[in-house]
Nanobody, 129 residues
Framework: QVQLVESGGGSVQSGGSLRLFCTVS???????????VGWFSQVQGKEREPVARIDRDGYTRYSDSVKGRFTISQNDAKTPLYLKINTLKDDATAMYFC????????????????????WGLGTQVTVSS
């Protein structure tokens, strides 16, 4: 069974940068060949919020709060899907999740957690002042 696996989280000072990674276990990312993958963030007690997504053709979409500071990208590397976060703010403290649409399905017009059925377990990012 294919499982999404995140890594790269940790503690960082406000204003710093971080890079999160997502890959799959149980298959190669190339074989999994997702048409739409994305990153979501969640603060304890609150809903999971969209951050960024990318489709197989490389088209990206970002939430307004992260435009210009976050960059989502994917390639054929060992950790193929990553999210680069620049100029971290205190409100970026959250658990970050990698998510995928069903292989073969393109991104939905609606960018929300409900449109992504496959999830990793998350990686924690903590920003300190």
């Amino acid at each position: 069974q294919v499982q999404l696996v995140e890594s790269g989280g940790g503690s960082v000072q406000s204003g710093g940068s971080l890079r999160l990674f997502c890959t799959v276990s149980g298959s190669s990312y190339k074989a999994y060949n997702p048409y739409c993958v994305g990153w979501f963030s969640q603060v304890q007690g609150k809903e999971r919020e969209p951050v960024a997504r990318i489709d197989r053709d490389g088209y990206t979409r970002y939430s307004d709060s992260v435009k210009g500071r976050f960059t989502i990208s994917q390639n054929d590397a060992k950790t193929p899907l990553y999210l680069k976060i620049n100029t971290l703010k205190d409100d970026a403290t959250a658990m970050y999740f990698c998510a995928s649409r069903q292989p073969g399905l393109w991104c939905h017009d609606r960018f929300s957690a409900i449109t992504f059925p496959y999830w990793g377990l998350g990686t924690q990012v903590t920003v300190s002042s």
